[in-house]
């Protein structure tokens, strides 16, 4: 049977479980997903044991609860990062990155960063190797969480971050290198008439790559989760007005792309100059604002923005920000998505000094849970998990990080919170 990417799945090393079956694709984001998939994790390291523990529990009770028994997840286990390593001596293996590829959806915890193993990080290799292009973070706030903000219940965000292209390619020469001070010598004498400015030799050089390709398919991903999840508008955030040739296209590509789909996408000028500035039933407004003015914006209006799409920077400091305005990283859920394949995944790291103390708040990798099942459109048994979790922090039965934060809480164990979940779906 062909499933996903991968036709064939042939692992020499993970023994694949007693039932089910793969999730078959129809097209770019577009899959059909059987009553029994099997859906491959990663447990991850520190605290990953821990939240694996508490999330696949609370998603495993969530679809019975929705669907009795006509759907079950069959969970294939697959390895990154030291637990992969104590076991194959690899911090990564072919088997799991074939596995994801054939599979199509699949859930990770957070993997350690290996010191000298090759490559810079395991999940950057993730997103690399299976082209997971778009990472994908909701910001929404959940009553009763800690929040500094004083109407934190106008945040429901989602940031779309182009996840492949920017500083974070890694093309850098250090200073004093041959290369770096040939590369200067180049731009201060080749290049002269087109920079009309010298770069001193102390200097370090680092490239900033953003394609029309990579630009408008991100937005081409953006539409789409718009379009079905509802949303009423994108922003693209840049740095246009300086970066004019990456940033600034970068705006034009994503406009580019929006105007690909006049029946779905009106831009700010055609809304005030056409619709006297009310938006259509179905239709998704498409605007654009300055990076830096984003980060006053989401505290002051963040009602305005509904989705933001950006380059991988931009998006890297956005939704660390956002998240800390509605309870911070233990609560905030994330995945990795390319043209098919999802990784959903804690948004945080392995927490060293919380490991195997069923201690942290699991609540990052049950809402990525959450955002794995509505991508399959198993949305009943998401909006469980969501209820389930928002009922469990209005009785203020959370963990050490939400309980040191409010006041009359009772501190729970991660474990206990997962129950806590499961009681109150
Ligand atoms: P971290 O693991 O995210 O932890 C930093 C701090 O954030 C924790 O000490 C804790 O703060 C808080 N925190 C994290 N997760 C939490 C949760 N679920 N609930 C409540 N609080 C939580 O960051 P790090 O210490 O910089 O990184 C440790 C390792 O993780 C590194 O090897 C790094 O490379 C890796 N990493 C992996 C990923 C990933 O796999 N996606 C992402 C980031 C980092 P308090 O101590 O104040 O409570």
């Known amino acids: 049977m062909a499933y996903g990417v991968l036709d064939n799945y042939n692992p020499k090393r993970l023994p694949l479980p007693e039932d089910g ?12 997903v059987p009553d029994n ?11 990953g044991p821990d939240i694996w523990k508490a999330t696949y529990q609370v998603i495993d009770a969530a679809v019975k609860k929705a669907y009795g028994s006509k759907r079950k997840i069959s969970w294939y286990e697959v390895y990154a990062g030291q637990k992969c390593f104590d076991k194959f001596g690899k911090w990564l293996i072919q088997d799991t990155l074939d596995a994801f590829s054939h599979y199509i959806v699949g859930i990770k915890g957070p993997l350690t960063t290996p010191i000298g193993g090759g490559f810079r990080s395991l999940n950057v290799t993730l ?10 973070r909701p910001v929404k706030y959940y009553e009763g969480v800690p929040s500094p903000m004083k109407e934190p219940h106008k945040i429901d965000m989602v940031i779309y971050r182009e996840n492949t292209e920017d500083v974070y390619a890694g093309i850098e020469w250090k200073m004093g290198t041959p290369a770096a001070r040939k590369l200067i010598d ?29 630009s408008k398919r991100i937005m081409e991903h953006a539409i789409w989760y718009a379009s079905k999840f509802g949303r009423k508008s994108i922003s693209i955030m840049h740095k246009g007005n300086i970066m004019k040739y990456t940033e600034g296209a970068f705006k034009n590509w994503c406009y580019e792309a929006a105007a690909a789909h006049p029946d779905l996408c009106i831009t700010e000028e055609a809304l005030y100059s056409q619709y006297a500035g009310k938006l259509p039933e179905g239709k998704i407004l498409i605007k654009d604002r300055i990076a830096d003015s984003m980060f006053q914006q989401i505290h002051t209006r963040p009602d305005e923005y ?3 799409v950006t380059p991988n920077l931009n998006g890297d400091f956005i939704s660390d920000a956002a998240v800390s305005l509605v309870g911070g990283l233990g609560i905030g859920p994330g995945s990795n998505i390319g043209d098919v394949v999802g990784i959903f995944e804690a948004t945080h790291g392995t927490a060293p000094k919380y490991a195997n103390m069923d201690k942290i708040n699991p609540g990052s990798l049950i809402l990525s849970g959450a955002m794995m099942l509505d991508y399959m459109e198993w949305t009943e048994a998401a909006e469980l998990i969501r209820s389930g979790l928002i009922k469990a922090i209005a009785n203020k039965t959370v963990t050490y990080d ?23 779906m």
Do not use: W
């Open 402 to 424: 939400f309980a040191r934060q409010m006041p009359g809480s009772t501190e729970i164990k991660c474990s206990e919170f997962g129950k806590k979940i499961v009681d109150n």
């Open 127 to 136: 997103r690399q190797i299976l082209d997971l292009y778009a990472c994908i």
């Open 21 to 32: 079956e793969g999730i078959l694709v129809k097209g770019p984001r577009k899959i059909d």
């Open 37 to 47: 998939p099997i859906i491959p994790f990663i447990e991850g390291d520190g605290v």
């Open 306 to 308: 509904d989705m933001i």
């Open 186 to 214: 180049f731009l201060n004498n080749e290049m002269e008439n087109e920079t009309h400015r010298k770069i001193s030799f102390d200097s370090g050089i680092g490239i900033k790559p953003i394609s029309e390709f990579a």
